[in-house]
């Protein structure tokens, strides 16, 4: 039975809308919204359209800030309805998982980021190890739609209906920015549920090759690290992986192009190892402060604008900090929190990030840098409900705090 005639059942959909509560991917109020979709059947229309035309309406094309550099992310969206179909899409290609390797982490169900870092950890000895790591430059829109599909059609060969699909999703040049319609290249259309299947997908021969040969290699989407004994190894492993890529028509950013010798520090996916100790990465750390500093100017403004009070501004500032480490985020991404809090084993940059933001809330407060900022005390700060990193991150480690997604 193919994915569109799955889709159909509503026993299914009870347990996708389960699925994704039960793992708070939906904030409350878009809860109700699923609820009310699923329970309803509301599904079944949209269904029935899309399996006769084999096509979305056009989607909705979004440039999204990226925090370390100038240039837009480029997203793709559609309807709160068609989007639920489309993770109801993502949620069924789920069921092909065992076609990837195990060194592949991005987007799998029972894997991620705290499975890739405890796997490295466990099989490395970090002291002793080099290491090159890559970051696959614009990867989902740098994807061959021709050849993602071709994959799709020998590694899925009974899932036709959702190959023609997928075809016309990926082949249609169209998009709608800023209320024109535009031709662009798509890729996968990051920012699509179906995006990360096909992600994964696209780089399976270049994970395969590093499992078979039982080197230490983790893929996560668009970032990649291998470890090797000697410089000549790793020398191999380098040529390797630049090659594959570059078969693939992809590109590496050279910027975040790293080479390491034992002994020295190693970062992927946000954290840094060194020795035995796991913590916040300095990009990581520069990267939230920025986020921070952006918020700051962005709210005196308003203040001064909106004539606003000094605690009223506070208070702003305190909500944008807390929902940015504690609460459901924008665009789907995971908590703060939730990403760092199981990974590492170290405090101090987290002393140093609530220190920046607590500085960034007196400032906002009395509109000036220096001691007289301290007029505001850190006890009326938490009164306000700021809640501190360090003092959140001891309690989770200690069972007495569950981070939300």
Request: aromatic share 14%; charged share 30%; net charge positive.
């Amino acid at each position: 039975m193919e994915i569109i005639d799955k889709i159909k059942d509503h026993d299914l959909w009870i347990r996708f809308m389960e699925d994704r509560i039960s793992k708070g991917c939906v904030r409350n109020k878009e809860c109700e919204e699923l609820k009310t979709f699923v329970n309803e059947r509301k599904y079944l229309k949209l269904v029935l359209q899309i399996e006769r035309t084999k096509e979305m309406p056009v989607p909705y094309l979004l440039e999204v800030n990226k925090s370390s550099v100038s240039r837009k992310r480029q997203v793709f969206t559609v309807s709160k309805e068609e989007n639920y179909i489309l993770k109801m899409f993502a949620y069924l290609l789920n069921e092909y998982d065992d076609i990837f390797s195990e060194n592949l982490y991005s987007f799998r169900s029972g894997s991620g980021v705290k499975k890739a870092i405890s796997t490295i950890k466990k099989n490395v000895n970090l002291e002793k190890v080099y290491t090159y790591k890559a970051d696959i430059k614009d990867y989902f829109n740098s994807i061959s739609a021709d050849n993602v599909l071709k994959m799709f059609s020998e590694y899925l060969p009974s899932e036709k209906w959702m190959l023609s699909f997928l075809e016309k999703l990926l082949k249609s040049p169209f998009a709608i920015k800023d209320g024109s319609l535009v031709e662009i290249k798509k890729g996968v259309m990051a920012g699509f549920p179906t995006a990360g299947f096909l992600a994964n997908l696209y780089l399976k021969e270049l994970d395969e090759y590093f499992f078979k040969k039982g080197v230490i290699y983790a893929r996560y989407s668009d970032d990649i690290i291998v470890f090797a004994n000697s410089q000549e190894e790793i020398c191999v492993y380098e040529d390797v992986i630049k090659n594959f890529l570059s078969s693939k028509g992809l590109e590496i950013n050279p910027r975040k192009e790293v080479r390491t010798v034992p002994g020295e520090k190693i970062e992927f996916l946000g954290v840094e190892f060194w020795g035995n100790q796991i913590n916040v990465s300095d990009m990581t750390e520069k990267k939230l402060k920025a986020k921070i500093k952006r918020k700051a100017r962005a709210l005196y403004r308003w203040k001064i604008r909106k004539n606003a009070t000094d605690e009223r501004t506070a208070r702003a500032m305190i909500r944008f900090l807390n929902n940015k480490f504690y609460n459901n985020s924008t665009y789907g991404e995971i908590t703060w929190c939730r990403w760092y809090f199981p990974l590492i084993t170290k405090d101090d940059k987290l002393k140093r990030i609530d220190q920046y933001a607590v500085d960034s809330i007196r400032y906002l407060y009395t509109g000036r840098h220096g001691k007289s900022n301290y007029n505001l005390t850190y006890q009326d700060i938490k009164l306000m409900g700021y809640r501190s990193l360090v003092n959140s991150f001891w309690k989770f480690k200690k069972g007495k705090y569950e981070v939300s997604s």
